[in-house]
């Protein structure tokens, strides 16, 4: 497969431009899970296709990808696919069901399961290839991001075999046998780097990293137990020269080390105010957020009153991104979506 840069114009664009801090005609925006259940042509399209069967269909996940940039003319397309499919793609057994979401038939507990896990190869995902090629020709100047999950998130669904609250297992795991912990963390960042790596050669202008679950954990046990691995993820596509954003939920306390694990942008959920982010950053880092989801269902006064604090508080960092704290939530009015962007756009034109 040969490498592609990503196109002039989405290299240029708002989106990319912040991410780098430089200066931006409007602060751009885009929403995590801007692709879903929230929209009904999502809906229509996945009609009787399993998630992971339509994460592997170039035809699909071009059709979904674009449906949010079309409705709602965000200022990036997010690649429509799921944490959980490089592992699939190395073989290991899971499904997304659901309701649910991913789970794991065999969680991985022991040496025999973490020596289980292979690295992947591009061979392992073409259509991942060929799905971001097309998508990348298709927007033209809207960059695409690509997307993995860090280590730690990977870990958890695996050592748990599936979505957690209070990832007993995972913790147990890392400080009951740290060197296998490290050994499975190691081999989950090389896959999370490669999926990274695939979509940044296909031509992505920039490239995501979830560490969802990261905010689970205390300072001490995400520089002892994480942050090496995120940084080797991270560093495995620092060549490609696209930014690179880091994201956790409720990562207030983490919002430096996230950083220092070698991110362009750091990403900051509703918990804590982009004020507060930015001091406790240093300014050393553009910032991503970070409007809480279930505002979305106020009554549009107090939305609009803190979508224009939120525009107003990301005026101070060196770049600021327009997303909210955490996913688009399954209810949400998708018009309203459409509106936040459009006032986003209105209250920050330069
Ligand atoms: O059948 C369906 O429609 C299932 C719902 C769904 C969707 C639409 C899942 C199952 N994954 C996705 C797509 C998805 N997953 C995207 C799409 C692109 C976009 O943002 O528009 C992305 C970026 C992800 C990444 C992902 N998957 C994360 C990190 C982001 C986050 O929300 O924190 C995580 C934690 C997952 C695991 C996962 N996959 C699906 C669900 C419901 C979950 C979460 C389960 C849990 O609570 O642990």
Redesign the pocket.
Known sequence: MTTSQPPAAASDSPLVRAARGLDVPHTPVWF??????SLPEYRAV?EGVG?LEACRRPDLVTEITLQPVRRHGVDAA???????VPLAAVGIDLD?V?GV??VVAEPVRDRAGVERIRDLVPEDVPDIDESVRRLVAELGPTPLIG?A?APF?LASYLVEGG?SKNHEHTKALMHGDPDLWHDLCARLARISGAFLRVQGEAGASALQL?D?WAGVLSRADYVRFVQEHSAAALAEVADLGVPRIHFG?GTGELLTLMGEAGADVVGVDYRVSLTDALERTGGRWPLQGNLDPALLFAPWEALERRVREIVEEGRAAPGHVFNLG??VLPDTDPDVVTRVVELVHEVSAR
């Open positions: 995590m899970r801007q692709a879903g259940r996945r998630m997010i690649f429509f696919s799921d944490i959980v997304i659901p979401g991913p997307f999950g998130t979505p979830f969802s939920v955490h996913g």
